[in-house]
C-alpha cells in the first residue's frame, strides 16, 4: 500500500473515531447516572438481613412492693390438676406465646427478630438454666437478661408453678415428676412450700435519679445555709458561735447536712462532730465549749438545716 492511501486511512479512523466520541460519553454519563441514582437500592440489596441481638438487653429491676409469697401446696408439684394446667395455659398464653409461639417452639412473632432465639421447649439442648422445674423457676424467679428473657417474679407463686407445669406437661419430651428430693431444693433455695417474704425493689436508674435529687437538694441546703451564715455571723449570737467553733464554715456546714443524725440532740451533735473532728471542719474547742453557748448554736443549726 502507498504512502498516500496509508495516511487517507489513517485520516479515516480518526474522522471515524472523533465522530462517535460524542455518543460514547453520553453512553458513559447515562451508566454514571444510572448508578448513581439507584446506589441507594444496590448498596440495600448487598446487605444480608441484620437481626437484633437480644443478648445486649439490659434488664433493670422492675419496682415492686415488699411482699408475703403464699406457700405452694406440695400436691401442685408432685400432681398437677388440669384447673392448674388450665391456668398455666392461660397465663403462657398471655405472658409467653408472644416471643415462645402457642406451641411453644421459639417462634413467636415477637421473638421473630431476637438473637439467639426463644426457648423452644419442645428441644432438649441449648438450655441457659436447665429443663427441670428447679432451674425453670429460678429462670422465671430472675429473668435471663442476656437473652431477652423478662423475671415474672411478681407473679403469684402458684401461678408461676401453673406456668411451669403447663409447659414441662404439653411441649417437653419425657418430663420426670418432681420427687420429695426436688421438692426440698426447691424450699431450700426459694421456700415455695413454706412461703417466704420479698422485700421490695426500685430500679437502677430510679434509685439514681433519686440520690441525684437527694444531691441536689443537699447542695440547695448547703448553699442556702453557707448565705444565712455569712449573712447573719455578726448579729447573731449562735451563728457568731458556730463561726469561731470551725475551721472552715463551709466544710462544717457540708458535714452537717450530709449527716442528719445530730439533730437528735446536743449530745448526739456534740457525740458525732467529736468523732470526725480532724476532717469535719470544726475546731477541738467546740468539746470545751459553755453548755449554755453550745445550746445556743446547737438551736440555730437546727433551725438553719
Not at 169 to 180: P, S, V
Not at 224 to 239: F, H, P, Q
Amino acid at each position: 500500500m502507498s504512502e498516500k492511501k496509508m495516511r487517507k486511512c489513517d485520516n479515516y479512523a480518526f474522522t471515524l473515531l472523533a465522530s462517535s466520541y460524542p455518543y460514547l460519553l453520553i453512553v458513559l454519563v447515562g451508566i454514571g447516572a444510572y448508578y448513581a441514582f439507584n446506589m441507594g437500592k444496590i448498596y440495600q440489596n448487598s446487605l444480608p438481613a441484620r437481626l437484633f441481638d437480644s443478648s445486649y438487653i439490659v434488664k433493670d429491676y422492675p419496682i415492686a412492693e415488699p411482699k408475703v409469697v403464699k406457700a405452694v401446696d406440695e400436691a401442685m408439684l408432685k400432681n398437677p390438676t388440669p384447673q392448674l394446667i388450665a391456668l398455666g395455659k392461660e397465663k403462657f398464653n398471655t405472658l409467653c406465646a408472644a416471643c415462645h409461639g402457642a406451641d411453644g417452639k421459639g417462634d413467636g412473632a415477637a421473638g421473630a427478630a431476637m438473637n439467639p432465639k426463644p426457648r423452644n421447649f419442645h428441644s432438649n439442648e441449648g438450655w441457659t438454666n436447665g429443663p427441670d422445674f428447679l432451674n425453670m423457676w429460678k429462670t422465671l424467679q430472675e429473668g435471663i437478661p442476656s437473652k431477652g428473657m423478662a423475671a415474672y417474679g411478681v407473679l403469684p407463686a402458684e401461678e408461676r408453678v401453673a406456668m411451669i407445669q403447663y409447659i414441662r406437661t404439653t411441649f417437653m419430651q419425657n418430663a420426670e415428676k418432681l420427687t420429695d428430693a426436688d421438692i426440698k431444693k426447691l424450699d431450700d433455695q426459694y421456700q415455695i412450700t413454706k412461703g417466704n417474704s420479698q422485700p421490695g425493689t426500685i430500679p437502677v436508674s430510679g434509685a439514681i435519679a433519686r440520690i441525684t435529687k437527694e444531691n441536689d437538694e443537699n447542695a440547695k441546703k448547703l448553699a442556702s445555709a453557707i448565705s444565712a451564715l455569712e449573712k447573719n455571723v455578726k448579729n447573731d449570737e449562735g451563728a457568731n458561735l458556730f463561726y469561731h467553733s470551725v475551721v472552715d464554715y463551709k466544710t462544717a456546714l457540708s458535714f452537717l447536712v450530709e449527716n442528719q443524725s445530730w439533730k437528735d440532740g446536743k449530745d448526739a451533735f456534740v457525740k458525732m462532730v467529736n468523732k470526725n473532728i480532724d476532717v469535719n471542719g470544726f475546731k477541738y474547742k467546740l468539746l470545751t465549749m459553755d453548755d449554755n453557748d453550745l445550746e445556743k448554736m446547737f438551736s440555730w443549726l437546727k433551725a438553719l438545716l
